[in-house]
């Protein structure tokens, strides 16, 4: 059942354990309270969605890719390393805690910055992939 879809599925495991491996060390080096606000997960989740957004424009409209890097690392590491699952224990935690206005704050907070962190690297991604061949930066040479 799986003979076509193993090389895709241990892509997909390795690159998971790298991501979460990396989420775990983020953790390690700025550890947040059990009431404090989520920065942590936070500025993880941000930058997990700003590497998706350079990755997948590089990897679609950049020069071809290796038919297993899309899952390696767009499903596999990122998806390791993101965690939009301690995000909504997060809110949870906080609400429970009485902290309405930090949970609700968290909660919208991670939304618009991970949204805008993916279709800001996008943009960027884009405008150098497509940039015209001999274009300077700044202007004319």
């Known amino acids: 059942m799986l003979r076509g ?3 895709a599925v241990a892509v997909v495991a390795l690159g998971g354990a790298i991501g ?3 989420r775990y060390a983020a953790g390690l080096g700025w550890e947040t309270g059990s009431t404090a606000f989520p920065w942590t997960t936070l500025l993880i989740n941000v930058v997990g969605c ?3 957004g350079v990755f997948l424009v590089a990897i679609t409209e ?3 890719a290796h038919p297993l890097l899309r899952p390696f690392f767009g499903t596999g590491v990122l998806g390791g390393f993101t965690t939009f699952s301690t995000y909504a224990v997060d809110v949870r935690r906080l609400l429970e805690a009485g902290r309405l206005g930090p949970g ?3 909660l919208g907070l991670t939304l618009a910055a991970a949204m805008g962190a993916v279709w800001t ?3 960027l991604t884009r405008r150098l992939i497509h940039r015209p061949a001999g274009s300077v930066r700044g202007g004319a040479r």
């Open 20 to 22: 979460a491996v990396a």
């Open 5 to 7: 879809q193993g090389p």
């Open 104 to 106: 609700l704050a968290y």
């Open 50 to 52: 700003a590497v998706i």
């Open 121 to 123: 690297a996008a943009v």
């Open 62 to 64: 950049g020069r071809p």
